[in-house]
């Protein structure tokens, strides 16, 4: 998915070019990869000196056709074998990579469209293993220089079907490192090679490491295990951190589980201590990926409900607002998402919130 420029082109691209009508933009079915880069070298990335519209409106008008193919590769071909599945792959890649130089809003725009009918039609699949797992969403100040630091990332784009955006522990890492960044100016370089990585990084490299909460210190132990494993200094692989922050998130599920069912009624202090890893494990769901939690969540109220432990009920998961992460507290949504009210609605409680009114 690299940024082909013109500085590259063959030097018989003119020839080429004079073969090929100027206003066809056609790509086949058969070898849609092959007709997509032979648009580009001949329409886009042409040895002469073309006007910066002419050359967006060659490469759009190539663009469409792509999305034309992908869409009908997926969609609408009576026969959707893998081979029409991996013709779309590689389009969509190649094309990504160009827009993402050329000109990102049609792309993201459409992305979210393909987006939604993979799911409609549960190509679960496909979107997992490429359109997640390749990072195929809308184009950002990652990966195309016309977006900066401060545009959100797309992190609402990947929640869907049980998935979040592979890059979404990295966002945290960077977050906590410019905040250290700020804090200290003068904090040392930061270890790069192998020999010179402590215990810690290594297990956080390669994502081997035991998360092992007590019912001691629970919230002090998780803190500790995402600042050494997750929020490290060191460039972690998007997968590695995403199956770090999963299994602390499972370790966190797990103490507070026991916190409040192992045995007879907690004490008041094991109550606190599960409130407040509940609290701090919903805050890094509502940014890492909300849709484990969430499911859980309702496990965990109904069991609460079920115990009679009311005060935990009334004065933590209500009053803290510890129920499905939402708008309120999480980028994955916007406030045209349905808000949890009906979490809330047991045992005599309600929302300590309440839905927006038009007006809002």
Sequence with gaps: MSKRKAEDAQTDKMATAEKVPQNDYTIGLEDPVKDYQKLIETRVQVDEIVDDDVTKENFDRTAASARDVIWRLL???????????EKA???????????????PTPYNEWIVKLRDEVLKKELLDFWREVLVKKQLGPCWSRDCDLFDSDDTPPLEFYAHAGCTAP???????????EENASEDPNSPAVPTTP???SADDTAALSGEFEAVITKEKPLEEYRSLMKRFVLTKIIVPDNVHQASVKKMAAAAREIIWKLLFDGSTPSKEDQDKAAELLQEY?????????DEFNGWIV?????????????FWRDKMVKMELGPCCARDSDYYDYEDTLPL????KAGCKAPFEAPTDDD
């Design 299 to 311: 496990e965990l109220r109904d069991e609460v409900i079920k115990r009679d432990l009311l005060d």
């Design 167 to 177: 890059f979404a522990a990295s966002l945290k890492v960077r977050a906590a490192l």
């Design 75 to 85: 969609f609408e071909e009576a026969d959707a074998s893998p081979s029409n599945f």
């Design 342 to 345: 009906d979490f809330y609605e």
């Design 195 to 197: 020999g010179e990585l």
């Design 282 to 290: 919903k805050g890094d769901a509502g940014f890492y990926g909300p």
């Design 89 to 103: 792959t590689q389009l969509l890649e190649e094309y990504r990579g160009d827009a993402c130089f050329y000109d």
